[in-house]
């Protein structure tokens, strides 16, 4: 069969990296894609936002199978239009894909399911959340935990964490005055700021059977030791051992499993990838958001580890048929993700720096350098985005499949390029002290 990707970005070169080693695949194309989409797939030169014309290319080319990889075609009815027009498609229905779309929609199921999550209050506009946090946290001394978050999507960039009061005043500037995140903080949330480390569990669902997939923890902060802008990812591993497995199987029980069937009790049937941000407190998990797509770079290490087709997984989910599916294999391995980045990101970035080196890391064994923010230009592999690469290795421990991905970012080269130096560091340290 053939099979399309839509995206640009590092995780939709994974999904057409992987979706290609299928048996059943003949094709695979991406649109729009990048310059390592265009070596490992075949891009087609069509915007994300245009539904009719990726749906004419998809029956004028026999696609069986579209993926979907970020969010916004998703939370804008891609699935819905897919389906209209008799092509499988796998991803959420725009109905279902609020759970990432609106933070409030989010935090309403969440309470409304039990589901553990911090308190929150949701505010339309500046002044009713400037009164109600002077007046709730004003006489607190010292720390003001809270996070200020739009309500819509922001590209991963729209969650402030404030440990000040001041802080807490500009980003609800930000947000609701300075409109920074436009029109996705038409609404948004103040919630308690939690403590405690980040992971990502992603699930497989097709509304009723649940896979869930080993967990994997990222890096969202710019700078080393977690300092600095939140991005939209410079790096991850997976998988996390701060999850064991009976903390595994209580997020699957505790978390997946009511989300699953609220949605279906509200005739909003989830298919595709729920991906759970969570916070590990110390009284148990708390989820800080869903996604309704594999996160970027948690794609990368995770398909990087899968060894089952990852073709017959989506196939059977589309289908409602995820229950038949045999034992899913992952390598042993662990698998370590680095994002090379622009200069400027996650602010103003500088585009068309020649980028050197990439045949040298990906002579590298059991390294893959998968592509975000590149393109072709006159032959040649420029920076055309932020996030530029996400280099991503196994290894037979954390510390091998780390040192193995940073030989491949010392390989790559082109002016400006950085980035962090401390990426899979905590399950590092984590091993050491268990």
């Known amino acids: 069969m053939n099979v399309m990707v839509i ?36 891009n087609v030169d069509l915007p994300l936002d245009d539904f009719a014309a990726l749906a004419d290319f998809a029956h004028q080319q026999r696609v069986g199978l579209t993926v979907v990889g970020p969010e916004g ?22 109905a279902a894909a609020q759970l990432e779309g609106s933070k409030v929609f989010c935090k309403r199921m969440l309470r409304a399911a039990d589901i553990p999550t911090a308190e929150f209050w949701v505010f339309e506009a500046a002044g009713p959340a400037l009164d109600f946090v002077h007046e709730r946290f004003g006489e607190t001394p010292g720390d003001v935990p809270l996070v200020v978050k739009a309500d819509g999507l922001a590209a991963g960039k729209g969650a402030i964490v404030c440990g000040a009061m001041d802080e807490v005043e500009a980003a609800i500037r930000r947000v609701a005055i300075d409109r920074e995140f436009g029109a996705a903080g038409n609404h948004f949330i103040i919630e308690q700021r939690l403590r405690g480390p980040e992971c990502s569990v992603l699930a497989i669902t097709d509304g009723q059977a649940i896979l869930t997939l080993p967990p994997a923890q990222d890096h969202k902060r710019a700078y080393d030791g977690d300092r600095g802008p939140n991005t939209g990812g410079m790096g991850a591993y997976s998988p996390a051992p701060v999850v064991d497995g009976e903390t595994l199987a209580w997020i699957e029980e505790h978390v997946f499993v009511p989300t699953i069937h609220y ?23 708390r ?21 089952s087709d990852l073709v ?11 229950e038949e599916l045999r034992d899913v294999e992952f390598d042993q391995r662990p698998a370590v993700s680095v994002v090379m980045a622009a200069d400027g990101y996650p602010n103003q970035v500088r585009k068309g720096d020649i980028i050197r080196g990439l045949d040298d890391a990906a002579a590298i064994p059991d390294v893959k350098v998968f592509h975000g923010g590149t393109q072709l230009r006159d032959g040649q ?4 985005g932020g996030r530029v690469l996400t280099v991503t290795a196994l290894g037979d421990s954390v510390p091998q499949a780390k040192l ?6 010392k390989a790559i080269r082109w002016d400006g390029a950085w980035c962090r130096k401390d990426i899979a560091d905590s399950a590092i340290q984590f091993a050491a002290i268990h």
């Not at 509200?266 to 298919?271: A, E, I, L």
């Not at 989506?314 to 048929?321: D, N, P, V, Y």
């Not at 592999?381 to 055309?384: A, D, E, G, L, W």
């Open 404 to 409: 193995n991905a940073y030989r491949a970012v």
């Open 381 to 384: 592999v420029t920076t055309s």
């Open 263 to 285: 949605m279906k009790r509200h005739r909003m049937p989830f298919r595709g990838v729920l991906y759970a941000g969570l916070m590990l407190t110390p009284v148990g998990p």
């Open 7 to 42: 995206g640009s970005g590092g995780r939709e070169h994974a999904l057409a990296w992987k979706l290609a080693q299928s048996p059943r695949v003949a094709r695979v194309f991406v649109a729009p894609g990048n310059a390592g989409t265009a070596l490992d797939a075949e």
């Open 73 to 94: 075609p998703l939370c804008e009815g891609i699935v819905d239009y897919f389906q209209e027009q008799h092509l499988p498609i796998f991803g959420p229905t725009k």
């Open 312 to 322: 017959e997984i989506m196939e059977l989910t589309i289908a409602g048929r995820l």
């Open 287 to 307: 989820v800080l958001e869903y996604n309704v797509r594999f996160g970027d770079p948690e794609c990368q290490p995770l398909l990087m580890r899968l060894r």
